[in-house]
């Protein structure tokens, strides 16, 4: 028992640690994005109905990839998502984005996990602040699961906050 809590340390010190290395990384370095209206990749959390890890990258001025690993309760959700942009107010900051995607969820039914995938839409807002290196988006992801005799899910969607890079 006892060299399994030493372990169970040692994961949770390591990680800990990796966590404050790669946060110093990002603290230390300059940031072109801070005082910047565009940024090309940023990285987060999305929250709605639990809480994931996204990150958001740009392929160019108007198309965006974004991937959100989500966890809740015992489950788990991988979503990428093409999304198309287009600008909303004349500075550039406040953005429309919409555009399809797709998932793959390992969900705890009762005492079972069970694998559902599935389509997924995504409509919604992005905003860029001048001064610093924050992101939020707001939107609205409904889904089809084919697994499991086919569902129509209206309730994804969520709050992001990244960083931008």
């Given at each position: 028992?006892?060299?399994?809590?030493?372990?169970?340390?040692?994961?949770?010190?390591?990680?800990?640690?990796?966590f404050?290395a790669?946060?110093s990384f990002?603290?230390?370095?300059q940031?072109k994005?801070?005082?910047?209206?565009?940024?090309?990749?940023?990285?987060?959390?999305?929250?709605?109905?639990?809480a994931?890890?996204?990150?958001k990258?740009?392929?160019d001025?108007?198309?965006?990839?974004?991937?959100?690993?989500?966890?809740?309760?015992?489950?788990?959700?991988?979503?990428?998502?093409?999304?198309?942009?287009?600008?909303?107010?004349?500075?550039?900051?406040?953005?429309w984005y919409?555009?399809?995607g797709?998932?793959?969820?390992?969900?705890?039914v009762?005492t079972?996990?069970?694998?559902?995938?599935?389509?997924?839409?995504?409509?919604g807002?992005?905003?860029?602040?001048g001064?610093?290196?924050?992101n939020?988006?707001?939107?609205?992801?409904?889904a089809?699961?084919?697994?499991?005799g086919?569902?129509?899910?209206s309730?994804?969607?969520?709050?992001?906050?990244?960083?931008?890079?």
């Amino acid at each position: 028992m006892l060299l399994y809590l030493q372990k169970n340390n040692m994961k949770q010190l390591a990680l800990t640690f990796t966590f404050a290395a790669v946060l110093s990384f990002f603290a230390a370095a300059q940031n072109k994005t801070s005082s910047s209206l565009d940024y090309k990749t940023s990285i987060g959390v999305k929250v709605w109905d639990g809480a994931g890890i996204s990150l958001k990258t740009f392929i160019d001025d108007k198309n965006a990839l974004e991937f959100i690993g989500f966890f809740k309760s015992g489950s788990t959700r991988i979503t990428g998502l093409y999304e198309k942009h287009g600008d909303l107010n004349t500075e550039g900051n406040l953005k429309w984005y919409i555009g399809p995607g797709a998932h793959v969820g390992l969900y705890k039914v009762l005492t079972e996990t069970k694998t559902y995938f599935g389509v997924d839409g995504v409509v919604g807002l992005d905003y860029k602040f001048g001064n610093l290196p924050l992101n939020l988006s707001l939107d609205w992801q409904p889904a089809f699961e084919f697994s499991g005799g086919g569902t129509f899910i209206s309730n994804w969607g969520g709050l992001g906050i990244r960083y931008t890079l």
